[in-house]
């Protein structure tokens, strides 16, 4: 496999690098969790318990460090291994069809019920959901109004469809230029730079600039929007790849006892003030901790899951659909769920385990069976056999 690593500007079924798709499976798997987490978090959401959890907190805290950067990072290296087969223009209508399509149907058909059971459990609206609908389109959403022109949670598609858009040039740019495997003598160096890139935003912006921290997993979208770059420049170069190869222990240990750190600062809830050096120490502690991360994971997927099966396959198709859908289900379904009398473990696992259930069953049973709703996911044709 290492040929694979050694040669990214080819892909082909022999040199396919599984284990990113095995880490975006996986990723979207934490992103459901994570979301079963929110109801049980102090954190503002759609719709909460009664009761929250300090543990909770401490997971969610834990998973937004890296989660979503993730997948930027992974959608980096799926557009450099896309452009190498694709033209410009191929790129963008396949972003259209894959990515655009999806959030327009997200925005107007999965995301009114969960405007409307925020404002129900908000006391921002009194009334049946079919009384709500009218008022949906009142305003613009986390900016007082009720319509989520960024699909919610889908607020990820919107984002990689604008940024693949803004920066195609400069990917179009990377790929023009032929770099030997041994120009970057010290690449450890350029993990180095890829923190402080990731800090710099951290470091101009104040974490409740517009247009609201929260809309975008925790993260700035300028923050996504370098995670997106890196993610495409790492893959064209191999000698960067090597690094999470080689280093993957040490990084590890590194990464634990910063996350470690960092997690102290936030159960103890030690603020600093925006400006100050503490401040961007801090900021650059929190990008150490997501590249540190994200290294390490890619770092032990590539020795363990660099290899493909009938779990990959079906998962690699379904997991565009079963993001699209699992956060409509989780709060539709959650929303009764959180106003038992039960333990918040045990509504915790119930929401978790019957979610899980229903989305895989809407994929099978529906999504995946009908041209009409492939096309509505992101998905391409059935195909017929002769």
């Not at 050694?6 to 022999?14: C, D, F, G, Y």
């Not at 006391?123 to 305003?139: A, V």
Request: with cysteine.
């Amino acid at each position: 496999m290492e040929k694979a690593i050694l040669k990214p500007a080819t892909v082909t079924t022999a040199n396919r690098l599984y284990y990113l798709d095995w880490i975006r499976v996986i990723t979207i798997i934490f992103v459901f969790l994570f979301h079963c987490c929110m109801f049980f978090t102090s954190w503002d959401w759609h719709v909460k318990n009664a009761v929250a959890s300090p543990t909770f907190d401490v997971i969610a805290f834990i998973l937004i460090q890296w989660m979503m950067p993730m997948f930027f990072f992974i959608s980096g290296a799926s557009t450099w291994y896309a452009l190498q087969t694709k033209t410009s223009g191929k790129f963008v209508v396949d972003r259209l069809k894959r990515i655009l399509v999806p959030l327009i149907f997200g925005i107007f058909i999965l995301s009114p019920h969960q405007v409307y059971l925020e404002r129900f459990t908000h006391h921002q609206f009194d009334g049946s959901f079919i009384d709500f609908i009218p008022y949906y389109f009142h305003g613009w959403y986390a900016f007082g109004g009720n319509f989520a022109w960024m699909g919610l949670h889908l607020w990820y598609l919107l984002l990689l469809f604008v940024f693949s858009l803004i920066l195609l040039p400069l990917f179009l740019f990377i790929k023009r230029k032929t770099v030997t495997n041994d120009q970057f003598r010290y690449p450890i160096i350029l993990l180095l730079a890829f923190v402080l890139l990731l800090a710099l935003p951290g470091w101009m912006l104040k974490p409740d600039g517009f247009p609201g921290g929260r809309l975008w997993g925790g993260w700035s979208m300028f923050e996504h929007l370098v995670m997106l770059a890196i993610g495409y420049f790492t893959f064209s170069r191999p000698e960067i790849i090597r690094l999470w190869t080689r280093f993957k222990t040490v990084i590890l240990i590194i990464t634990i006892l910063l996350t470690a750190f960092n997690i102290y600062l936030y159960v103890d809830h030690i603020m600093f003030e925006f400006g100050t050096m503490l401040y961007m120490l801090k900021v650059l502690l929190r990008a150490s901790v997501c590249f540190g991360w994200i290294f390490t994971i890619m770092g032990f997927a590539e020795l363990r899951l660099n290899y493909t099966n009938k779990t990959l396959k079906y998962a690699n198709q379904a997991v565009l659909p079963f993001y699209i859908l699992h956060q409509p289900v989780i709060i539709l379904f959650g929303y009764f769920i959180v106003q038992t009398q039960l333990s918040i473990g045990l509504k915790y696992f119930i929401i978790a385990g019957v979610s899980f259930v229903i989305v895989i069953c809407l994929y099978q049973f529906l999504v995946q069976r009908s041209n009409v709703l492939r096309f509505l996911f992101g998905m391409g044709k059935l195909r017929v056999s002769k």
